[in-house]
C-alpha cells in the first residue's frame, strides 16, 4: 500500500538547512585515526647525533671507574668483579655512600642493551649517581 500526499502543488520545496551529523562523524572518526597514528609515525625517525664539544668537568681527586669490556665481563678500577658480586664491591669502595659518583665506561663495541642492564644494576644497587665516560673531543682552532 502506498500513500499519496498531494497538496496541490507540483514544485518541492527546498530544505536550507544542513545536515552536519554525517560531518561530525566524520571528523571524529578522523580525529581518532589520527590520535592512534601519530605517535606511530615517530618512531622509525633516523638521527644523527653530533659529537660532544662540552668543557671537560674536573674529575674528583679518587674516581671510581666501572668498566665494561669488550667482553662484556665487568672492571671496577682494575679489579675485575662479576656482576653477582657488583653492590658488594660498590659498597666496599665507596664505605656504604650511596651518594658516590660511578664513573660508567664501556668499549665501543658493547651493545646499548647490555650497556642499559649494568645502568641497571647499579640502580638496584642504589647508586643513582652515574657519568658516562667518554673520549674528549679537542676542538680544531
Known amino acids: 500500500m502506498?500513500?499519496?500526499?498531494?497538496?496541490g502543488?507540483?514544485?518541492?520545496?527546498?530544505?536550507?538547512?544542513?545536515?552536519?551529523?554525517?560531518?561530525?562523524?566524520?571528523?571524529?572518526?578522523?580525529?581518532?585515526?589520527?590520535?592512534?597514528a601519530a605517535p606511530?609515525?615517530?618512531?622509525?625517525?633516523?638521527?644523527?647525533?653530533?659529537?660532544?664539544?662540552?668543557?671537560?668537568?674536573?674529575?674528583?681527586?679518587?674516581?671510581?671507574?666501572?668498566t665494561v669490556k669488550a667482553d662484556l665481563?665487568?672492571?671496577l678500577d682494575n679489579d675485575a668483579v662479576s656482576r653477582d658480586l657488583l653492590r658488594n664491591t660498590l659498597d666496599a669502595a665507596t664505605s656504604g655512600?650511596?651518594?658516590a659518583r660511578i664513573f660508567l665506561r664501556a668499549d665501543k663495541t658493547v651493545p646499548f642493551g647490555d650497556l642499559m642492564e649494568v645502568m641497571n644494576l647499579l640502580r638496584a644497587a642504589g647508586y643513582l649517581k652515574v657519568a658516562l665516560v667518554g673520549l674528549e673531543k679537542v676542538p680544531t682552532p
Not at 2 to 7: E, G, N, Q
Not at 21 to 30: A, E, G, H, R
Request: proline letters at 9%.
Open 97 to 99: 655512600n650511596k651518594e
Open 73 to 75: 665481563t665487568l672492571a
Open 9 to 36: 502543488e507540483d514544485t518541492l520545496t527546498e530544505v536550507h538547512e544542513i545536515n552536519v551529523t554525517p560531518f561530525i562523524d566524520v571528523m571524529l572518526v578522523l580525529l581518532i585515526i589520527f590520535m592512534v
Open 2 to 7: 502506498s500513500v499519496r500526499l498531494d497538496h
Open 40 to 66: 606511530l609515525a615517530t618512531v622509525d625517525i633516523l638521527v644523527n647525533l653530533p659529537a660532544s664539544s662540552a668543557e671537560p668537568q674536573p674529575r674528583p681527586d679518587k674516581p671510581l671507574y666501572l
